[in-house]
């Protein structure tokens, strides 16, 4: 069974950065499309923030264009979110998601925007 563990939340001061990190178990991690979404207690619903497919194409929410780079290392099985000039907005628990023919989450992990 595949399993997803993320890492690198944590505090940093507005236009700091951070990197995320989301490491998955198996033999396959290079077949799957990989995502970060966030949320907040405010919000019923997971922001999708960024996605890589298998062949290494890329989106981005407009709210994080040119701030937030999403990667993947076939070899590691990790995806990474290294995100720059953070906002107090940013805030949030970002989860990490696994899609294939199935869809996996992260245990997620809290990142916090504050001076």
């Known amino acids: 069974q595949v399993q997803l563990v993320e890492s690198g939340g944590g505090l940093v001061q507005p236009g700091g950065s951070l990197r995320l990190s989301c490491k998955a178990s198996g033999s396959f991690f290079r077949l799957y499309t990989m995502s970060w979404y966030r949320q907040t207690p405010a919000e019923k619903q997971r922001e999708l923030v960024a996605?890589?497919?298998?062949?290494?194409?890329?989106n981005y929410a407009d709210s994080v264009k040119g701030r937030f780079i999403i990667s993947r290392d076939n070899a590691k099985n990790t995806a990474y979110l290294q995100m720059n000039s953070l906002k107090a907005e940013d805030t949030a628990v970002y989860y990490c998601?696994?899609?294939?023919?199935?869809?996996?989450w992260g245990q997620g992990t809290q990142v916090t925007v504050s001076s």
């Open positions: 998601n696994l899609e294939y023919a199935w869809s996996l």
């Open positions: 996605r890589i497919g298998s062949g290494g194409s890329t």
